[in-house]
């Protein structure tokens, strides 16, 4: 959700990515072996195990938790696979647009799931060094609670292991902990939104929406809300499975999703209002222990959901440049690789909303608007007048100008960043951290002595 006019606050990500393999449907792919999502990411004899209807909801709901709106292109992609007679996002592509559909998307599913790996890194440097830095004793200076090594350390720890596994059923209990996790930080910020709420300064344009540059929230909307290039492997995971079905378990996660998301917006703008930040953990002074511990429930989410982006982006680079199929030894080269590169560049950038933008405008739009619209366009015989002919007629034009648009504001007109920083109401009398009115800060000498009472 935007959250305020140049800033939106991050929601918890929970996105449950599962690698999508790409199936051999028409001459004019290379030759590769046949594959599809089940055969590249679990073994035969695991994949013929389906999960029940309840355990596909809850992964689709953890793969959504942090999105506004599952939008309706998510039954449009199951649709255009039925007509197809295809089970893979890349095949339903390959079938209705051919080898160059194939390769754009191919483009798309590696970079999406890539960069955020980044933002995923640098929300877990920024939010658990603040952690260390309240243990008692320790010394805020210390290389070994900063940004830097703890992405490092948590890399080399956590991410690279869960990542190296191959089959991604490995990681089924790491929904429920993510989940469990979110629900936590969920009444954190709702406590914090009663207690501090009322005393943060507001900003003049608190409730001014309709401004030139929103259109850039509609990027960071696209990032969280995508979870298309795992549907189909939830899809094949039901007892059954059937367009109807499929329909009427994203509408139980929509509506659960729906209900977590608007909390967590609603809750954190209430509390900040302009002066929310692309992380929301950074507007808490970092003297609140109850936030405290809600930024390391957070960290570990973020951890344990980077795994799964990992296995989407190995999984491209299989299918495109080793025929679907990796060896041990590549499969490991791969991975480290892969996690070795992102883990450089998110050393080196330290403001998560570009990254949000950007990756919401340029990857997760087509994956969400455009391309599924289009391809229900081709696929269908329905007639104009049909309902989902016509919501395909509105989505992909919508994709095009928030990618146009939004990549053009989000280049001319970057967000504020106050990575590192304490805000400027966690200081009594300090000046030098703000370039709000005199009234506002004013405001902060009482807010610092209610810190006393509020934080404690």
Known sequence: MRAGPRRQHLLPPQDNRAAMGYQRQDPVIPPQRDLDDRETLVSEHEYKEKTCQSAALFNVVNSIIGSGIIDFSLILLIKGGALSGTDTYQSLVNKTFGFPGYILLSVLQFLYPFI?????????????????????????????????????????????PLSLYRNIAKLGKVSLISTGLTTLILGIVMVRAISLGPHIPKTEDAWVFAKPNAIQAVGVMSFAFICHH???????????????????????????????????????????????????????????????????????????????????????????????????????????????????????????????????????????????????????????????????????????????????????????????????????????????????????????????????
Request: with cysteine; proline share 4%.
């Open 230 to 456: 795992n549907s189909f492997l939830v899809y094949s995971s039901l007892e059954e499975p059937t367009v109807a079905k499929w329909s009427r378990l994203i509408h139980m996660s929509i509506v659960i999703s729906v209900f977590i998301c608007i909390f967590f917006a609603t809750c954190g703008y209430l509390t900040f209002t302009g002066f929310t930040q692309g992380d929301l953990f950074e507007n808490y002074c970092r003297n609140d222990d109850l936030v405290t511990f809600g930024r390391f429930c957070y960290g570990v989410t973020v951890i344990l959901t980077y795994p799964m982006e990992c296995f989407v982006t190995r999984e491209v680079i299989a299918n495109v440049f080793f025929g679907g199929n990796l060896s041990s030894v590549f499969h490991i080269v791969v991975t480290v690789m892969v996690i070795t590169v992102a883990t450089l560049v998110s050393l080196l950038i330290d403001c998560l909303g570009i990254v949000l933008e950007l990756n919401g405008v340029l990857c997760a739009t087509p994956l969400i608007f455009i391309i599924p619209s289009a391809c229900y366009l081709k696929l269908s015989e329905e007639p104009r007048t049909h309902s989902d002919k016509i919501m395909s007629y509105v989505m992909l034009p919508i994709g095009a100008a928030v990618m146009v648009f939004g990549f053009v504001m989000a280049i001319t007109n970057p967000q504020d960043c106050t990575h590192g920083q304490e805000m400027f109401y966690c200081f009594p009398d300090n000046f030098s951290l703000t370039n709000t009115s005199e009234s506002h800060i004013q405001q902060t000498t009482q807010l610092s002595i209610l810190n006393i009472s509020i934080f404690q």
């Open 116 to 160: 955020a790996m980044i933002s995923y890194n640098i929300i877990a440097g920024d939010t658990l060094s603040k952690v260390f830095q309240r243990i008692p004793g320790v010394d805020p200076e210390n290389v070994f609670i900063g940004r830097h090594f703890i992405i490092g350390l948590s890399t080399v720890t956590f991410t690279l």
